[in-house]
């Protein structure tokens, strides 16, 4: 997982602080790709995250903070866990385009949180989205209804280290496993996404929508097989794959069937496939 602090110190004593990642070999010229920054992300005390929002949620909803489950104040989510309307009262720095933090949002509950399946924490502040606009000019990011599309440009946006990686969608794992946790369907980067510790929790943007495709949470950093900080991908038939290097994100288009007006959660909803306490 990409975990801060000392895995991400041990990291950065060979990537260095906001090391641009690798250039990637040149793509073809892609129609109007929107521009990407730091607008509405969120840095965590130890990870990265995001203001987002659903395609029929309202200016008047309480927003919504987007990061990892592994990135939960209260420690991981055990496997098999699902933690719904927990009392939080964590804390974000909510971030310019430029990556200037302009204010701190409050948190009120958890409003989902596994590393089940997935890898989500989705959080419920104290403020709302037309609020935030009115004050600071910032606009959430919208959260894709549709699954990702491989080779499809993206940008990882950290909140945390104030660094954005650019890469491309290299493929999705049937399975990826690390340590107790297997999360399904998950999003492989190129190896340009060279992402670290602290990482956790960013937003994966679709450069051409401006859209949030998945929530970066992990990384195979020594080679290791399926043990913590080394994912393995695991296929339809049980072929085990390592990849050192290569960094994974989980999908988020399920997320938005899940939630209702005012942005309540409903994992009752027919169309909703999370997993559910």
């Not at 890469?167 to 980067?189: P, Q």
């Not at 695991?234 to 069937?257: F, H, K, L, W």
Request: negative net charge; contains cysteine; aromatic residues 6%.
């Amino acid at each position: 997982m990409n975990k801060p602090l000392v895995a991400a110190l041990a990291s950065l004593a060979i990537t260095g602080i906001g090391t641009a990642p690798a250039i990637a070999a040149p793509q073809a010229k892609a129609a109007a790709a929107v521009t990407v920054n730091f607008a509405g992300t969120v840095s965590l005390s130890n990870c990265s995250g995001s203001v987002i929002r659903f395609p029929n949620s309202a200016d008047t909803d309480p927003a919504l903070v987007l990061t990892n489950g592994h990135c939960l104040e209260t420690g991981f989510p055990d496997p098999g866990e699902v933690i719904t309307g927990q009392s939080s009262s964590r804390t974000f720095g909510l971030l310019n385009s430029s990556g200037t933090r302009v204010a701190t949002l409050r948190a009120n509950q958890v409003v989902y949180s596994t590393m089940t399946d997935t890898d989500v924490t989705i959080y419920r502040t104290t403020t709302t989205y037309a609020a935030i606009k009115s004050s600071y000019g910032i606009s959430p990011l919208t959260v894709s209804g549709t699954h990702p599309t491989a080779g499809t440009a993206i940008k990882v946006v950290s909140g945390y280290w104030k660094t954005i990686y650019s890469c491309n969608i290299d493929g999705f794992v049937y399975r990826l496993k690390e340590g107790d946790w297997t999360w399904k369907d998950s999003v492989r980067y190129t190896s340009a996404c060279n992402t670290i510790g602290g990482t956790s929790g960013s937003p994966v943007i679709d450069t051409t929508t401006g859209q949030v495709v998945a929530v970066n949470n992990t990384g195979n950093e020594d080679g290791e097989r399926c043990t913590v900080d080394n994912p393995c991908e695991v296929d339809e038939s049980g072929n085990v794959t390592v990849r050192q290097g290569i960094n994974y994100a989980e999908e988020t288009y399920n997320i938005p069937a899940c939630f209702t007006t005012g942005n309540v959660l409903n994992l009752a909803a027919s169309a909703c496939t999370l997993p559910k306490p």
